[in-house]
Nanobody
Framework: EAKLVESGGGLVQAGGSLRLSCATS????????IGWFRQVPGKQREGVSC????????HYADSVKGRFTISRERAKNAVYLQMNNLKPEDTAVYYC???????????????????WGQGILVTVSS
């Protein structure tokens, strides 16, 4: 069974940093694009960033470019999201997602990706 488990969320002050981790299992890591979405209650889910597990090509939403960095560790089948200079508007539930068909900016617009994590809360206080 394909599975994604997020960790690393929590409460941080504005200007601070957090690193989210996404542990993957049950599928061939290099065959997938893996990324992060976020959602605030009452708002549409937003694609934040994604990475091609095989070649490491990355994409970012304009709202996080220059502040967030996505990376992957193939030996651990894991993906990370380093979030720096956090702002209150980054507060959301963050979801890890994976898909073997979609990649790049198209991946970041899809709501029907193959695998989703359970989500983890990131709260940035002002």
């Amino acid at each position: 069974e394909a599975k994604l488990v997020e960790s690393g969320g929590g409460l941080v002050q504005a200007g601070g940093s957090l690193r989210l981790s996404c542990a993957t299992s049950g599928f061939t890591f290099d065959d997938y694009t893996i990324g992060w979405f976020r959602q605030v209650p009452g708002k549409q889910r937003e694609g934040v960033s994604c990475i091609s597990a095989a070649d490491g090509i990355t994409h970012y939403a304009d709202s996080v470019k220059g502040r967030f960095t996505i990376s992957r560790e193939r030996a651990k089948n894991a993906v990370y999201l380093q979030m720096n200079n956090l702002k209150p508007e980054d507060t959301a539930v963050y979801y890890c997602a994976a898909d073997s068909n979609f990649y790049g900016r198209l991946f970041m617009t899809r709501g029907d990706l193959e695998v989703w994590g359970q989500g983890i809360l990131v709260t940035v206080s002002s």
